[in-house]
């Protein structure tokens, strides 16, 4: 869950900030945009990281999980200790879709 709700924020900024829609932002303000994502980051962190290790790039963890697989570590690797590897897949597949669409429908409406 966790997966799921920090992915869902950080896409909401992401698309936010980066949407050509948005007129706050002008050409030259835009390289100020890294920034704004790298400091989403840095407070989602200490938020999440506790919790679950703030897995929200479902390749940093399945990745090692298959090259751990191939080295011989079986169920340790996959499914896992707790069989909860598929939280780090599904949590963030359903998160940044959201996230996204939350931006285009709370910040771009159009105007009636």
């Known amino acids: 869950m966790t997966e799921a709700w920090g992915t869902l924020i950080l ?10 829609r948005n007129k706050v932002l002008g050409s030259v303000e835009r390289v100020g945009v890294p ?28 990745g ?5 697989a191939l080295g011989g570590w079986g169920e340790v ?3 896992g200790p707790r069989s909860g ?10 998160g940044a879709p959201v996230g996204a669409f939350l931006a285009e429908k709370l910040l771009w409406r159009k105007a009636s």
């Open 11 to 20: 896409a909401f900024v992401i698309f936010g900030i980066t949407n050509g």
């Open 85 to 94: 590897f598929w939280i780090y897949i599904v949590g963030p597949c359903l």
């Open 35 to 62: 920034f704004v994502i790298g400091m989403t980051v840095a407070v989602l962190l200490p938020l999440y990281a506790p919790i679950t290790q703030a897995g929200w790039n479902p390749a940093r963890d399945f």
């Open 64 to 68: 090692p999980r298959i090259v751990a």
């Open 77 to 79: 690797a996959i499914p």
